[in-house]
């Protein structure tokens, strides 16, 4: 970490609980920004797997198994 931010987390580890929290909001928000084309890619993918569903090249395992640790190999 460079000085300047080394210096900024000292300063805001010394405020109270409540504004550290907003804080840490604003910056989780500030990441998660729209990003169109891996948008675009995870809805190919997801397009990709529900056809190979459909089509039955892919096989699936039921929530209850797999909670249970169960899956087609074992």
Do not use: C
């Amino acid at each position: 970490m460079e000085n300047t931010t080394k210096n900024l987390v000292n300063q805001v580890l010394e405020l109270p609980v409540s504004e550290r929290i907003s804080l840490a909001e604003e910056l989780l928000k500030s990441l998660d920004q729209p990003d169109q084309e891996l948008d675009a890619l995870w809805a190919n993918e997801a397009e990709s797997r529900l056809d190979g569903y459909e089509s039955g090249e892919v096989s699936s395992t039921p929530l209850s198994d797999v909670f249970e640790g169960k899956t087609k190999s074992s």
